[in-house]
């Protein structure tokens, strides 16, 4: 799988969704500033909660924006059968008789595409899955431990 044509379409896909999101803002902005959102009494707080929505809403552009500017500048590195998973892995699990394909990068956790018949989600290195796969090699098994509970990755292919 070219992981650098798979890096293109995850920023194609979230210059997408940044789009949207700048709308979404700017709308909420103007909402939260108009002529309408003046509260009409003391318990009135419409103007004041589109704010926060309005903030959290260009915070979020703001993460995207990172995230894009990380893509587009990230060196994607090839791994083989032998190979540590480290970042830039992409890493073909099986738990539980489900399959998943995850690619590891230092932003962007949670972010899923589909590319090439396959839905790939980003995880970090942080999160406990992507700290499990470090190190690990294709055949290997990644332990998460969740609670009281242990869920097992068996690693099927890395890339």
């Known amino acids: 799988m070219d992981k650098k044509k798979l890096v293109e379409a995850l920023c194609t896909q979230l210059e997408a969704d940044l789009t949207v999101l700048k709308d979404a803002a700017i709308a909420t ?55 540590k998973i480290n970042s830039t892995a992409l890493v073909e699990v099986d738990s539980d008789g489900k399959k998943n394909t995850f690619f590891i990068l230092g932003k962007g956790g949670g972010i899923s595409i589909k590319f090439e018949g396959r839905t790939i989600q980003i995880i970090t290195p942080n999160s406990p899955l992507g700290e499990a796969l470090l190190d690990q090699t294709q055949e290997g098994v990644a332990v998460v431990e969740t609670g009281d509970n242990f869920r097992e990755y068996e690693i099927l292919k890395v890339w």
């Not at 990230?74 to 032998?82: E, M, S």
């Open 29 to 83: 902005y103007e909402a939260a500033t108009s002529e309408e959102s003046k509260p009409e009494n003391e318990y009135d707080t419409r103007g004041l909660e589109a704010s926060y929505l309005a903030g959290a809403q260009a915070k979020r552009v703001g993460e995207v924006e990172e995230i894009i500017y990380f893509l587009k500048h990230v060196n994607v590195r090839d791994f083989g059968p032998k190979d």
